[in-house]
């Protein structure tokens, strides 16, 4: 569905903020039901990252740079993507959780279309709630 109208939400999380808190609190104040994360820079103290078919998130700390960050926002239900890299260059990625710790800076950017609603519903086709994209204003399918 084409569309011209998006809006733009940029913003910086400071030190000791959660990354992942901090996306939700801005998607949750500005009511946002569409939306994707455009980019992101940083640094973490901090990860909490799910890794593929795992039940729960790793952690580790020390001193990482936010190298991605991609996934679709709303205040009924997000699912976000991280991957870091370590001093050494290693790279790691999977789910944002709870617990990411900002070091010096996360600087967000959020697109956002009120033309579509992003929902979680389950479907059928896996166990786990997914993404389900629907105009504005129609009705569940």
Known sequence: MPSD???????RLKPGEDLKAGID????REKIEAGWIMTCVG?????????????IADSMSGHFEI????????IQGSHIHISVSDSAGKTIG????PGNTVYTTAEIVI??????TFAREKDGTTEWPELQVREKNSPPQ
């Open 5 to 11: 109208k998006v809006t733009i939400h940029a913003f």
């Open 111 to 116: 697109g956002q279309t009120k033309d579509l």
């Open 94 to 97: 999977g789910h944002l959780m």
């Open 67 to 74: 190298v991605s960050l991609t996934g679709t926002v709303s």
């Open 43 to 55: 640094s973490l103290t901090r990860t909490a990252i799910r890794y593929a078919n795992q039940p």
């Open 25 to 28: 609190s801005i998607v949750q």
